[in-house]
């Protein structure tokens, strides 16, 4: 597989799927940290549903594009390995989702760093949504269309692999003069 399409094939699953499942993780935190119970909860989620359909993926497609075309570039020391692939995609994905809310809270605000990250509940949903999402995700790239497959064997394998067991049968490569 080409260098291009292996990246856009990481980048386009990455952005497509990421956000839905950082979204997962954003649910389970928000009922988490809330005061609410868990019924009154999803009778929100499900009256609001096509707003939770629209905004993760707007909201999360950039740090998901971003995270999945760092994958694609990933050494194949790292990448071919199953588990190494998974903890890499997980570290990328928290590293660029706090990058974000990190550099607008340095930028526009002027909150103590430490006390946003220790206190600030959206801080830890958007960072535990990447972390989830790439570990997900590093899992996932291996089983989601779009992979080459491997060739199988073409080339002429012969009958007998063991060219000394019998020299009496087999035939001279060229005709005795």
């Not at 692939?85 to 928290?94: K, Y």
């Amino acid at each position: 597989m080409t260098t291009t399409r292996h990246t856009l094939r990481h980048a386009c699953w990455y952005a497509f799927i990421g956000p839905y499942i950082g979204l997962l993780w954003a649910i389970v935190a928000i009922v988490i940290q809330s005061r609410r119970s868990v019924g009154s909860f999803f009778e929100f989620v499900f009256s609001e549903l096509p707003y939770f359909l629209i905004v993760p993926w707007a909201a999360g497609a950039i740090p998901a594009l971003l995270t999945g075309i760092a994958v694609a570039f990933l050494p194949t020391g790292i990448h071919a390995i199953h588990y190494r692939r998974i903890l890499a995609s997980a570290t990328i994905g928290l590293a660029i989702c706090a990058a974000i809310p990190l550099t607008g809270v340095l930028l526009f605000s002027d909150t103590d760093l430490t006390t946003f990250i220790l206190r600030g509940h959206g801080f830890r949903v958007i960072a535990g949504s990447g972390l989830f999402s790439g570990l997900i995700m590093g899992w996932l790239i291996a089983y989601l269309p779009g992979r080459e497959q491997r060739k199988t064997q073409t080339h002429w394998v012969p009958e007998e692999t063991d060219h000394l067991a019998d020299t009496s049968r087999r035939s001279a490569p060229f005709p005795a003069r």
